[in-house]
């Protein structure tokens, strides 16, 4: 893919928005075809013990020390 045919100013509204975000790594892929984001504070990334599905479609993952260890964002398109 040549850099030409990127909408560079996308990645620019992604990089304003991170700023606010705590200070630690993450690492961010998206699914297009299941239209799901996965957000992981480890790479690689851990196996949950444990998870919750919030009201709004998010799976919080958590590790066996009830730490959080990654998020999934359901429908994510439509946010």
Known sequence: MALAS???N???KLVT??????SQDFYLS??????VVYINFQNPAATADDSEL???DII???NKH?????LTILHASKR
Do not use: F, M, S
Request: glycine share 4%; proline share 3%.
């Open 66 to 70: 009830e730490e959080i260890i990654g």
């Open 17 to 22: 928005n991170i700023k606010h975000l705590p």
């Open 10 to 12: 996308l990645y620019i």
């Open 6 to 8: 990127i909408d560079v």
């Open 60 to 62: 919080i993952r958590y």
């Open 54 to 56: 919030t009201n709004d």
């Open 30 to 35: 998206y699914d297009a075809e299941a239209d």
